[in-house]
């Protein structure tokens, strides 16, 4: 075979193999200070030393090196909502009230498919700008909202999980679907997008509240009739929130428990937030390998609270890190991870670089149940990466001068970078965004 199908890149690189939480840290990763990316047709061939596997190349072979610079496996957002891309930094509100101001106004517009497509671009560029190469993205409850999601997606060769929002009843009129549309729509998205190239399908209730018993039961036998779509939701997020659905569901013990009265709970099924869970709630994410989707910058900004992330890596629940746009202030995982490392103090715990790093990367991708396709640097993975620039500011380069173990590097880029230290975003091994 000859080698114009082989793309090399040099530069520091770090993938992980596991949690560094759930073992010894240091067999958690592997880091290369000079290593070497091999890629073929598109997908992981090896990563290693450049010293070692340099020489194996061919004399003629290409090499696109990244001095001062780190390459990452693609961010992972494990929850985002792509129509509220133009309504972000929206001032003054909590949930309920945000929702009913900004957010059901805004996502009217999406049953025109050019708004749609149009938004759907702007999205798509901002994530990859920002390093995001996967996400779990909420579009609104028209179809003309997910298809043009999709077209895009596809166009661009990206690795995406969406679904039709299912709301039946407690928002605006023009927002809202019946139990059967709700189902024969998302029936023929199914059938239409799931497993279409690198896509996926979730079925998407926007929480309990503006679902009836009804859609939500009808919800329950769209997941049983298609068992390998994605359940993709909110969960525990705000407090006024959760005596709403305690009042709105009394038959239940809790708000998980409607979800799981459903049939809604899963392996990939993935609950936004999670904020105010008591322990047998965790316990019955765990049982049942549901998912959580951890929203630092959106917690802060809607002031829903302190997400309790030592408690769930105690109960052994998978989590993985979000930036819920338009509720989250940035598309960046990157001040995704400095707020949650606030939040974590706030609390009194501790969220380590190498943990933090593992959630954006390999923990999204197990978050996902993608783990067996991206989030690490595996041989046969779909090379989704990214190249970090250590200097993007004249701050960071200061800073980067006295880093020198690689857990301090890591820690200064959380903190002080952004959009600015993403110097390239690769998809499927091909260049998709260079700064
Ligand atoms: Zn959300």
Known sequence: MGNNNLKVFRAEI???????????????YQYFPDGILIVKNGHVETVGHFKELGQTLPA?????HYPDSLILPGFVDCHVHYPQTEMVAAYGEQLLEWLEN?????????SDPDKAAGIAEIFLDELLRNGTTTALTIPTVHTESVNAFFKAAEARRMRMICGKVLMDRNA??????????????????????????????ALTPRFAPTSSNEQLAKAGQLLREHPDIYMHTHLAENLAEIKWVEKLFPQCSGYLDVYNHFGLLGKRSIFAHCIHLNNEEFELLHKTESKIAFCPTSNLFLGSGLFNLSRAEAQ?????LATDIGAGTSFSLLQTIHEAYKIQQLR????SPLKSFYLATLGGARTLDLDSKIGNF??????DFIVLDYKSTPLSALRSQSCTQLIDKLFALAILGDDRAIKATYVLGESAYLR
């Open 378 to 383: 595996e041989q046969g993975k779909e090379a």
């Open 316 to 320: 052994k629940v998978t989590v993985g």
């Open 172 to 201: 605006p009129d023009y927002l809202l679907d019946t139990p059967e549309s709700g189902y024969q729509e998302s029936k023929q998205l199914i059938e239409q997008w799931h497993g279409k190239g690198r896509l996926r399908y």
């Open 102 to 110: 900004y957010t059901f106004p805004t996502e009217r517009k999406f």
């Open 14 to 28: 770090l993938h992980f193999l596991d949690d560094p939480a759930a073992q010894e840290e240091n067999k958690s």
């Open 60 to 64: 003629d072979q290409k090499v696109v």
């Open 348 to 351: 009194g715990d501790q969220l």
